[in-house]
């Protein structure tokens, strides 16, 4: 058996939640729903501009990970941030989950500090982020570890962590290590701006390397320039072998093996939608690992994002196992 049942590779930052209104958004030039790069000036000054606000542990598949250490399951995380405050609550949140974090530290003089995510959360529940990268935009090779990569029975790959001059040559030395001990890979594209920016990226790894793709709707269009969601979601299962589309309120979209599901939502009522699609894969892959079905896998994805979603923040709040017994899932 080996050590990591996912090895997640990705962002690593904080995440700063705060309220804000359609007004705020228009007046700040945010455009709302998506994730936009700024850097460290514009980081100040929203958030000199914002409201109250929440400090926590965040990016996307480190909230991945941190679900599926909070269901038991043994995983690790790479991602790189600066030996400063934020960098230590990196740190702890994500080992408090019971994830393995060992990413090494860029020194307290590094001249980029640990990033962040400022995620304005409108009334409607949507959220649009403003993401200083900082240290984790400069995730290196040197900070892939083969042997922790080996000893993975899957990968899971961030899409925005293509941001980054070493960041297409650090996911092939993880992807190399971990298919070559018999391990596989995954991927979320996570965002459709991400897409835009690193399509051809995707394309060739997804071709070459990937055995699960997440997406959704928009980011799944996006990649393969569909006319319609269900045009995309057949081109990528001509490329992928599992091909997960999720859909928001509609559900989810499962192909494999020929044939497509669909699986419903868990109607809920959303407070705050950041983390939906990163709980999702993290219930998904959890699932997967202890040899569910892949329609159970989904729907277990679906019941952990309608959990996330009902509360503020990307972790779950409530027991996510206590949850899928509750519905029959588990």
Same mark, same amino acid.
Not at 97 to 121: F, N, S
């Given at each position: 058996?080996?050590?990591?049942?996912?090895?997640?590779?990705?962002?690593?930052?904080?995440?700063?939640?705060?309220?804000?209104?359609?007004?705020?958004?228009?007046?700040?030039?945010?455009?709302?729903?998506?994730?936009?790069?700024?850097? *460290?000036?514009?980081?100040? #000054?929203?958030?000199?501009?914002?409201?109250?606000?929440?400090?926590?542990?965040?990016?996307?598949? $480190?909230? @991945?990970? $941190?679900?599926?250490?909070?269901?038991?399951?043994?995983? $690790?995380?790479?991602?790189?941030?600066?030996?400063?405050?934020?960098?230590?609550? %990196?740190?702890?949140?994500?080992?408090?989950?019971?994830?393995?974090?060992?990413?090494? *530290?860029?020194?307290?003089?590094?001249?980029?500090? @640990?990033?962040?995510?400022?995620?304005?959360?409108?009334?409607?529940?949507?959220?649009?982020?403003?993401?200083?990268?900082?240290?984790?935009?400069?995730?290196? !090779?040197?900070?892939?570890?083969?042997?922790?990569?080996?000893?993975?029975?899957?990968?899971?790959?961030?899409?925005?962590?293509?941001?980054?001059?070493?960041?297409?040559?650090?996911?092939?030395? $993880?992807?190399?290590?971990?298919?070559?001990?018999?391990?596989?890979?995954?991927?979320?594209?996570?965002?459709? %701006?991400?897409?835009?920016?690193?399509?051809?990226?995707?394309?060739?790894?997804?071709?070459?390397?990937?055995?699960?793709? %997440?997406?959704?709707?928009?980011?799944?269009?996006?990649?393969?320039?569909?006319?319609?969601?269900?045009?995309?979601?057949?081109? #990528?299962?001509?490329?992928?072998?599992?091909?997960?589309? @999720?859909?928001?309120?509609?559900?989810?979209?499962?192909?494999?093996?020929?044939?497509?599901?669909?699986? !419903?939502?868990?109607?809920?009522?959303?407070?705050?939608?950041?983390?939906?699609?990163?709980?999702?894969?993290?219930?998904?892959?959890?699932?997967?690992?202890?040899?569910?079905? !892949?329609?159970?896998?989904?729907?277990?994805?679906?019941?952990?994002?309608?959990?996330?979603?009902?509360?503020?923040?990307?972790?779950?709040?409530?027991?996510?196992?206590?949850?899928?017994?509750?519905?029959?899932?588990?």
């Amino acid at each position: 058996m080996k050590r990591f049942q996912v090895v997640g590779i990705g962002n690593a930052m904080v995440d700063i939640l705060a309220h804000a209104g359609d007004s705020f958004l228009a007046e700040n030039g945010i455009t709302k729903g998506i994730m936009q790069l700024i850097d *460290m000036d514009r980081a100040v #000054a929203l958030y000199d501009r914002i409201g109250p606000a929440r400090e926590v542990s965040g990016g996307s598949a $480190a909230n @991945t990970i $941190a679900g599926i250490a909070h269901l038991g399951g043994r995983t $690790a995380y790479v991602g790189k941030v600066r030996d400063d405050q934020l960098g230590a609550i %990196f740190a702890h949140d994500l080992r408090a989950q019971g994830a393995v974090y060992q990413t090494v *530290m860029a020194p307290k003089d590094w001249p980029h500090e @640990t990033g962040r995510c400022i995620v304005l959360v409108t009334p409607d529940g949507e959220r649009s982020m403003n993401t200083y990268l900082g240290a984790t935009e400069f995730l290196h !090779p040197d900070d892939i570890d083969p042997a922790m990569m080996a000893d993975a029975e899957w990968l899971y790959l961030e899409g925005y962590r293509f941001d980054g001059p070493d960041s297409h040559e650090a996911f092939a030395r $993880a992807i190399d290590a971990a298919r070559a001990a018999g391990g596989r890979v995954s991927l979320t594209l996570s965002d459709p %701006f991400c897409v835009e920016r690193h399509r051809d990226a995707f394309r060739d790894m997804i071709r070459d390397s990937v055995d699960l793709l %997440f997406a959704n709707r928009a980011e799944l269009t996006a990649m393969y320039s569909a006319d319609s969601f269900a045009q995309a979601r057949r081109a #990528a299962a001509a490329e992928v072998e599992t091909v997960v589309a @999720t859909d928001s309120e509609n559900g989810v979209y499962l192909l494999r093996d020929g044939m497509e599901f669909h699986v !419903p939502a868990v109607p809920t009522r959303v407070v705050d939608a950041t983390g939906a699609g990163d709980l999702f894969a993290g219930a998904f892959l959890w699932a997967m690992c202890e040899g569910h079905a !892949p329609e159970n896998c989904a729907r277990m994805g679906n019941i952990a994002a309608s959990e996330v979603i009902s509360h503020i923040g990307a972790r779950p709040e409530s027991d996510l196992r206590a949850l899928f017994r509750s519905h029959g899932v588990l």
